[in-house]
């Protein structure tokens, strides 16, 4: 049983398009990264939120973490083929022990 | 190279066979975690070690799964008579401190295939 769920599972979509993934919960964490894995290759941290409510902006990416600390979201502008990927959350419920969602992977066709 | 290192990349194992795969994490850091990633799922969390100590093994599926970190650097998982279900990519991560303040890097993983 997955302590994290994200949505969509999938999401394909056309370049230019806007997209917000989701990652929710029942449990608060200490802290929450977003993740992009490419195939054959390990997870690259995007960002780390930390407190209830923080926004968190990274060119066309925005993350942000829910004011209870239980759910974040991650929303692409404009997004571009190279974003195409699997985007993983994954909280932290003590500093050492991080708790994956399974991932939203995206397809951007150009 | 600067980033974590792991190895081999693939490992094909007959069912019974007992598997050892190796990290080496970025030179100098603390903290070591082991994740096994499932075809189409998010990394789960094996186990954790601070330095030599393996203060957290609470995701091993198994007495079967057995990780050490003798010298607080280089990190082995070991897997004694390998099941199809173990199957999967082991990934790797290390970060500089303790306190999960900092990034954690992850090396590329082992894909372990049990036939």
């Known amino acids: 049983t997955q302590l994290l769920e994200q949505s969509p599972q999938f999401l394909s979509i056309q370049e230019g398009e806007n997209l917000t993934v989701y990652c929710n919960s029942s449990?608060?964490?200490?802290?929450l990264q977003w993740y992009r894995q490419e195939p054959g290759e390990g997870p690259v941290l995007l960002v780390t939120?930390?407190?209830?409510?923080e926004v968190k902006k990274l060119k066309r990416l925005t993350f942000q973490f829910g004011d209870a600390r239980k759910d974040s979201s991650l929303h692409i502008t404009a997004a571009q083929p190279g974003d195409t990927g699997l985007y993983l959350c994954?909280?932290?419920?003590?500093?050492?022990?991080?708790?994956f969602g399974s991932g939203t992977k995206l397809n951007v066709k150009p | 190279g600067a980033g974590v290192s792991q190895s081999p990349r693939y490992k094909v194992a007959k069912r019974g066979q007992d598997v050892a795969l190796r990290c080496d994490p970025i030179?100098?850091?603390?903290?070591l975690f082991w994740y096994q990633q499932a075809l189409g799922q998010g990394p789960e969390f094996l186990t954790y070690?601070?330095?030599?100590?393996?203060?957290?093994k609470s995701g091993l599926p198994s007495d079967r799964f057995f990780a050490e970190r003798p010298e607080g650097s280089v990190s082995t998982l070991k897997i004694q008579r390998t099941q199809q279900e173990d199957s999967a990519v082991y990934l790797c991560?290390?970060?500089?401190?303790?306190?999960?303040?900092?990034?954690?890097?992850f090396g590329q993983g082992t894909r372990l295939t049990v036939v």
């Open positions: 030179s100098g850091h603390v903290s």
């Open positions: 939120v930390v407190t209830g409510g």
């Open positions: 449990s608060v964490f200490s802290s």
């Open positions: 070690f601070q330095n030599e100590a393996q203060l957290d």
């Open positions: 991560a290390s970060s500089l401190d303790s306190q999960g303040n900092t990034e954690a890097f």
């Open positions: 994954a909280g932290a419920r003590n500093f050492n022990k991080f708790y």
